[in-house]
């Protein structure tokens, strides 16, 4: 099955201070702001939707194809996604523009302030789906995930066009999308995935009740923090997924876009949903357990335990034969 995932391609810059931003404002000065942080530590990480999810579908043996607008300070990321199976060839490089980066710095009482550079990401708009189509003899399915609004709603758009299957994925998109750009996202979409604020925000947006979304979309998969996830169809009884077995947690980042690429990595083996959720859970943990969206280490062996300590030895055996 030939995916290809669309969205972000980002760099986080997360830069750490060791005193209180409160201790180094004046309220009566707070006009005339000017400030300099001396920073301890400097942490920066590969993100994006779009490349976390490519990154953990490319740890299943999947080569999925990454589609996305970066700079030309793209290479050594582009050398490390391709390390590990992903596709980069159709990534649109930018001639202006640096790849989109989220700076951030946090003081001891972990309060931050961050700002986000979009950069070439505003440039995805002019991604065409048909000649990476055509590159790699057809895709099966397009996540449309958080990127610059007019690109997901063209990709969404075109995907109906072409009778391509396509994923529905607005994430934090869905708060600067008006109601009609995020009606054209989700209808029609194989899959949509939201946590349970985003579902919310999902219904408000386009006005519609969980009922009429369920009648536009194939299947709603809405992730539950830790509590799991859940899988909603039309005139089906909801099923509720439990969160895989944690060992320590050390840092979220990353966890639904490696919830995603298990599923979709279980979905493309023909798994029922349910274990396609399951999957997507234990991947999900794997991304807690390490510091950064891209650092986790998957294994067949560590995959399969987790599946059998989360869900018992039928989730192993069934998911076995194709890790």
Not at 14 to 36: D, H, N, V, W, Y
Not at 133 to 162: F, I, K
Not at 219 to 241: C, F, M, N, Q, Y
Not at 272 to 296: I, S
Request: aromatic share 8%.
């Amino acid at each position: 099955m030939r995916i290809a995932v669309a969205g972000s391609i980002a760099t986080d810059h997360l830069m750490s201070f060791e005193g209180r931003f409160a201790e180094q404002i004046i309220p009566e000065q707070i006009q005339q702001l000017s400030l300099s942080f001396l920073i301890d530590e400097l942490d920066v990480r590969r993100g994006g939707v779009a490349a976390n999810i490519c990154f953990g579908m490319g740890r299943f043996g999947l080569e999925p194809v990454l589609v996305g607008a970066a700079g030309a300070d793209f290479e050594d990321y582009r050398a490390w996604l391709e390390r590990h199976g992903v596709d980069t060839s159709s990534v649109y490089i930018s001639e202006l523009r640096h790849t989109a980066r989220f700076i951030c710095t946090t003081d001891r009482d972990q309060n931050q302030i961050a700002s986000f550079y979009a950069g070439a990401m505003a440039e995805a708009r002019n991604i065409e789906l048909q000649p990476i189509s055509e590159r790699v003899g057809g895709l099966d399915l397009v996540l449309v995930g958080a990127d610059d609004p007019e690109a997901m709603v063209r990709h969404s758009e075109e995907c109906r066009t072409r009778g391509i299957a396509f994923a529905a994925d607005p994430s934090q998109q869905l708060a600067r999308m008006e109601g009609e750009k995020v009606r054209t996202l989700i209808e029609g979409a194989s899959f949509l995935f939201t946590n349970e604020y985003e579902k919310a925000l999902a219904e408000q947006k386009t006005g519609w009740s969980d009922r009429e979304v369920l009648s536009r979309v194939g299947t709603r998969i809405t992730t539950l923090g830790a509590k799991g996830a859940r899988i909603d169809r039309r005139d089906e009884p909801s099923v509720h997924v439990p969160a895989a077995v944690v060992g320590e947690a050390v840092d979220p980042t990353g966890m639904g876009d490696a919830f995603r690429a298990g599923f979709l990595a279980a979905h493309s083996w023909g798994l029922a949903l349910e274990r396609a959720a399951q999957v997507g859970n234990a991947t999900a943990v794997h991304c807690l357990e390490a510091d950064g969206p891209q650092e986790y280490t998957l294994t067949s062996e560590s995959l399969l335990e987790r599946l059998e300590k989360s869900y018992g030895a039928e989730a192993r055996a069934e998911v076995e034969p194709f890790v």
